[in-house]
Nanobody, 125 residues
């Protein structure tokens, strides 16, 4: 599957952005999906994941209550709605598809086999 992420940009602290990730070559269903991010000089870290059904989600503690992951399988797209953005959210955001179908939302980077190219989110203070 090929993943194309979009929606990044420059926003002031407290603002919002919605990232999208559209798949081609294969349907998203029934695979779990996730978002990861990598800030300059840091390792890639888990942000959010949704299971194959869309019914269960998992979040990095620091984004709980501010970010929402969702999926629209008929559109073969997943989303990350980011509200109340903070400067520390600045990073390149990557979407990813789970390696195996029917799995619960997983925060483990090694569970994801397909990755998008990344979209840059910059939050100014």
């Amino acid at each position: 599957v090929q993943l194309q992420a979009s929606g990044g940009g420059l926003v002031q602290a407290g603002g919002s952005l919605r990232l999208s990730c559209t798949a081609s070559g294969r349907t998203l269903s029934p695979y779990g999906m996730g978002w990861f991010r990598q800030a300059p000089g840091k390792e890639r870290e888990f942000v959010a994941a949704v299971d194959w059904s869309g019914g269960r989600t998992s979040y990095l503690d620091s984004v709980k209550g501010r970010f929402t992951i969702s999926r629209d399988d008929p559109k073969n797209t997943q989303y990350l709605q980011m509200n109340s953005l903070k400067p520390e959210d600045t990073a390149i955001y990557y979407c990813a598809a789970d390696s195996f179908p029917w799995r619960q939302a997983t925060p483990r980077l090694r569970d994801f086999a397909s990755w998008g190219q990344g979209t840059l989110v910059t939050v100014s203070s």
